[in-house]
């Protein structure tokens, strides 16, 4: 394995292996760094990906590595620890040791497409249901739970966009206000959720209760009298996790970032560069809210538009050294 590369790739969910896709059939010496801790690994299957709808996250990733093998893209299991801009890109890789201190690799360019991470209220039971009937996304997961009890857990005021979007695939939704009160909802909110026939359930949620591998209840926290919380039968809970992007890289090139609602992302232009020359960002670390095909896209978008760089680039440079 050389050290030097065109185009390094740090990620290899959706997002980073369509890029070196591209960049591969383009011809452009690149290396895949993936640390293998993709956000869906919780899910079984994966669907709305045209073509891929219904197929385990894991074998989607497998066909992807197989797919830039076979244009001579590298792909090392290892996790990127630092990174340094100079004449190029230096990065830093972990190489297995508690310290980080694999060897460095270099390149002209470099993609960022560490996703995020999400974290989950600390409810008893949420984690461990996680991706099975404890979910996040209805267009995710919608169709697959459709009809059964639903819960949603709110989190913020945002919940209640939520609790109504996830009507369009069960009419029977209870939602647990948790750590909101009834005074931090609208009422604009109220009207919404009663015109849609949503439950609106006052209290803090303690766990679920599971039965026979499946979620059958959710138990409220007890009041003071009798120490028993409240239980409602549910079948399926949503959640909105803490989206925490993976942007440490980012921030330590200099690339500009900016706060939203969702967390701290990159300012990029319409093809996923950054405000510094040469790096780009792609898939979930650019924005909240890529799906996997839409990751997908926002890789092949940067890849083509990176070859486009380094090609014109060297033209320029061919041209400058004919007028010398």
């Not at 409220?220 to 925490?244: K, M, Q, Y």
Request: hydrophobic residues 45%; glycine residues 12%.
């Amino acid at each position: 394995m050389t050290e030097n590369y065109e185009v390094i790739v740090i990620g290899g969910g959706a997002a980073g292996l369509s890029a070196a896709l591209v960049l591969g059939r383009a011809r452009r010496r690149t290396l895949v760094v993936d640390a293998g801790e993709p956000r869906n690994a919780p899910a079984a299957h994966m669907q709305g990906y045209l073509s891929r709808d219904g197929m385990p996250p894991a074998e989607f990733l497998a066909a992807g590595r197989e797919e830039i093998a076979r244009y001579g893209v590298e792909l090392v299991r290892d996790r990127a620890v630092d990174a340094t801009k100079g004449e190029d890109f230096a990065v830093r890789l972990a190489g297995g040791t508690p310290s980080g201190g694999g060897r460095t690799v270099h390149a002209r360019q470099l993609v960022v497409a560490t996703g995020l991470k999400d974290e989950l209220p600390p409810v008893e039971g949420l984690a461990e249901r996680f991706g099975r009937d404890v979910l996040h996304c209805p267009y995710c997961h919608g169709w697959e739970v459709r009809d059964q009890a639903f819960g949603v857990l709110a989190t913020s005021p945002l919940s209640v966009h939520q609790a109504l979007m996830v009507t369009q695939w069960s009419k029977d939704v209870t939602l647990f206000l948790h750590t909101v009160t009834e005074r931090d909802l609208s009422d604009e909110d109220l009207r919404r959720l009663a015109a849609a026939g949503v439950t609106v359930v006052p209290g803090e949620v303690a766990g679920l209760v599971v039965e026979d591998d499946r979620l059958t209840r959710v138990r409220l926290v007890g009041d003071t009298s009798s120490g028993e919380g409240a239980v409602h039968d549910r079948e399926v809970l949503f959640v909105a996790p803490r989206a925490v992007p993976r942007n440490g890289l980012l921030e330590r090139l200099g690339a500009e970032m900016t706060e939203t609602p969702f967390g701290r992302y990159p300012v990029v232009d319409g093809r996923g560069l950054t405000s510094v020359p040469g790096l780009w960002a792609a898939g979930n670390a650019s924005g909240f809210a890529e799906q996997v095909v839409n990751a997908a896209s926002r890789g092949y978008r940067a890849g083509a538009a990176i070859n486009g760089e380094l090609l014109m680039a060297d033209i320029d440079r061919a041209a400058a050294a004919l007028r010398v």
